[in-house]
């Protein structure tokens, strides 16, 4: 049984930092791409992050220079460190293992940026 179970996420002020883990079971980690991405209340899910299995991350634009991916594959781990929290960056965010043939989703966890 594939498990995606994120965490870390919570309450924090504008300007604060938050990271992010996704740890991963039932598959072979390593092979993986794995992706970050979020959903604020009525708005589309959004890539927010990505590392490929050889571990070269991509950022989207609202995030760069603020926000780190990195892997450990010796933990099957994801981890997206986030700084300079802004109210924006409030949403829903999903960790995503993204295989050639198939995909699996976590199941979120909540990030709030407000003062």
């Known amino acids: 049984q594939v498990q995606l179970v994120e965490s870390g996420g919570g309450l924090v002020q504008p300007g604060g930092s938050l990271r992010l883990s996704c740890a991963a079971s039932?598959?072979?980690?390593?092979?993986?791409?794995m992706e970050w991405y979020r959903q604020a209340p009525g708005k589309q899910r959004e890539l927010v992050a990505q590392i490929t299995s050889g571990g070269s991350p991509n950022y989207a634009d609202s995030v760069k220079g603020r926000f780190t991916m990195h892997r450990d594959n010796a933990k099957n781990t994801v981890y997206l460190q986030m700084n300079s929290l802004k109210p924006e960056d409030t949403a829903v965010y999903y960790c995503k293992a993204d295989g050639s043939r198939r995909y699996y989703w976590g199941q979120g966890t909540q990030v709030t940026v407000s003062s």
């Open positions: 039932g598959i072979i980690f390593s092979i993986y791409n």
